[in-house]
């Protein structure tokens, strides 16, 4: 297997958007995909663009991708790499591409000094805890982590 990461570019909005939705509907949430061809190239190719992408492919095949972003530790005083997003179709799984992926990012986040590689993971999702587990990674049990969106986001915002 010849397993190689590039940079994504613009014109792979389409096949993230493939890929987006492939890991939404295994994620049991197809549904919830609102991101276009049009959307991920500006959100994700525009200049001000604070994430970046990466596309695995396995013998000259797209195999995956993943969408990461540098945010910041105030108690390391460091930058640290955030994953979004790390997905392998089906099809490729078992031959190496996740590792070889993860082993990429965490090499971008020693590159850059960051004191974190961190990502989030479902619950459920038990073959990736299992997978996380066996690369070293381990769970933060003692954070819980909160999202507002849509309505009570905008609600909350006016309320000032």
């Known amino acids: 297997m010849n397993i190689t990461i590039r940079p994504a570019h613009r014109e792979d909005a389409a096949l993230i958007l493939r890929f987006i939705t492939e890991l939404a509907i295994y994620e049991k949430a197809g549904d919830q995909v609102a991101a276009t061809v049009a959307s991920i190239e500006a959100s994700l190719f525009g200049e001000d663009s604070p994430a970046r992408a990466l596309i695995c492919e396995v013998n000259g095949e797209a195999a995956g991708y993943a969408v990461y972003f540098f945010n910041y530790s105030t108690w390391q005083a460091k930058k640290g790499l955030y994953l979004e997003d790390l997905y392998i179709s089906p099809a490729m799984r ?51 982590r909160y999202r507002m969106s849509g309505s009570p986001l905008r609600d909350f915002a006016a309320s000032t």
């Open 94 to 144: 078992g031959v190496g591409a996740g590792k070889y992926m993860l082993q990429h990012l965490a090499a971008i986040a020693v590159e850059n000094r960051c004191g974190r590689f961190e990502w989030s993971v479902l619950d459920w999702n038990q073959p990736a805890i299992d997978f996380y587990l066996s690369i070293g990674a381990a769970p933060q049990d003692e954070w819980v």
